[in-house]
Nanobody, 120 residues
Framework: QVQLVESGGGLVQPGGSLRLSCAAS????????MAWYRQAPGKQREVVAT???????NYVDSVKGRFTISRDNAKNTVYLQMNSLKLEDTAVYYC??????????????WGQGTRVTVSS
């Protein structure tokens, strides 16, 4: 079983910055892809950014140039640096990891979510 624990959410003014962290633990053999999703009130969950084990990243258009995803493979941790935050970035942010456990079985795990509120 693989657990994900997020941290770093909070309240920030428009134009401000936050850094989210997500640490994976448990029976991990490898993690192929780590990602951040978000769900705003009344909206569907959407992918914000993904990063594979080689460091290749992708972003939803609305955050390109403002958010940066990174990962520390040795620590099984993924980060999301969020700059120039906008009101529309307000959401609960979820971490996701997909990989193989020690028995070489695939897993796809979610964190509990961390709330980001952008407000003046």
């Amino acid at each position: 079983q693989v657990q994900l624990v997020e941290s770093g959410g909070g309240l920030v003014q428009p134009g401000g910055s936050l850094r989210l962290s997500c640490a994976a633990s448990g029976s991990i053999f490898s993690i192929a892809v780590m990602a951040w999703y978000r769900q705003a009130p009344g909206k569907q969950r959407e992918v914000v950014a993904t990063i594979n084990s080689g460091g290749t990243s992708n972003y939803v258009d609305s955050v390109k140039g403002r958010f940066t995803i990174s990962r520390d493979n040795a620590k099984n941790t993924v980060y999301l640096q969020m700059n120039s935050l906008k009101l529309e970035d307000t959401a609960v942010y979820y971490c996701n990891a997909a990989g193989s456990d020690l028995a070489r079985r695939p897993f796809n795990s979610w964190g509990q979510g961390t709330r980001v509120t952008v407000s003046s």
